[in-house]
């Protein structure tokens, strides 16, 4: 089975500033795509960023964006310019035909 | 704007009780999940469907049943509530695989079993 790891169960960060969430993934696979989704607190889980893997070009979705290391099966989230919205749950997620594998979640803290 | 619906936001159960959360998305989706959701542990799947009557299972069944006789509705059934599945559960569909197929999620729901 694939795993997912998020080895940062809890990150903090002051508002402007920029903050990296780390994902690692483990898959024999070499079609797969990878997701970060963001849930904030009692709210619905929405996506933040997709990334195929045969893209090498890294994703950005405005402030959001993706440091995709294939050969080292890594896939971190950077956020500019953070936001209090920015506060939430943020899951590290892979996908490899009809199946999704989660990570543990990091809890991002904004501080004002 | 996609929508996946659960039933419920909150419920409370006695142990012993028969459980239904269902699940319902707009958008012609093929694939539907169940999830449960408990801090530390992140999303763990229960079952899932590929298509109506289609049912695979997840890495925790146990305990639990699903029903899927529409393509856009995806029921999960706890046929005897326990206290240990006390969590949030989160429904999700996406479309098969291809292209940019992420899942999209439901509010989700709070069980609580006392």
């Known amino acids: 089975a694939q795993t997912v790891t998020q080895s940062q169960p809890e990150m903090s960060v002051q508002e402007a500033e920029t903050v990296t969430l780390s994902c690692t993934y483990d898959t024999s696979e070499s079609d797969y795509y990878l997701f970060w989704y963001k849930q904030p607190p009692s709210r619905q889980m929405i996506l933040v960023i997709r990334?195929?893997?045969?893209?090498?070009q890294n994703a950005t979705e405005n402030r959001f964006s993706v440091n995709f290391q294939k050969a080292a099966k890594s896939f971190s989230l950077k956020i500019s310019d953070s936001q209090l919205g920015d506060a939430a749950m943020y899951f590290c997620?892979?996908?490899?035909?009809?199946?999704?594998?989660f990570g543990t979640g990091t809890s991002l803290t904004v501080i004002p | 704007d996609v929508k996946v619906t659960q039933s419920s936001r909150y419920l409370v159960k006695r142990t012993g009780e028969k459980v239904f959360l269902e699940c319902v998305q707009d958008m012609d989706h093929e694939n539907m999940f169940w999830y449960r959701q408990d801090p530390g542990l992140g999303l763990r799947l229960i079952y899932f469907s590929y298509d109506v009557k289609m049912k695979e299972k997840g890495d925790i069944p146990e305990g639990y049943s699903v029903s899927r006789e529409k393509k856009e509705r995806f029921s999960l059934i706890l046929e005897s509530a326990s206290t240990n599945q006390t969590s949030m559960y989160l429904c999700?569909?996406?479309?098969?695989?291809?292209?940019?197929?992420?899942?999209?999620f439901g509010p989700g729901t709070r069980l609580t079993v006392l």
């Open positions: 990334q195929e893997a045969y893209k090498q």
């Open positions: 999700a569909s996406s479309p098969p695989w291809g292209g940019y197929r992420e899942q999209f």
């Open positions: 997620a892979y996908r490899r035909r009809n199946q999704f594998y």
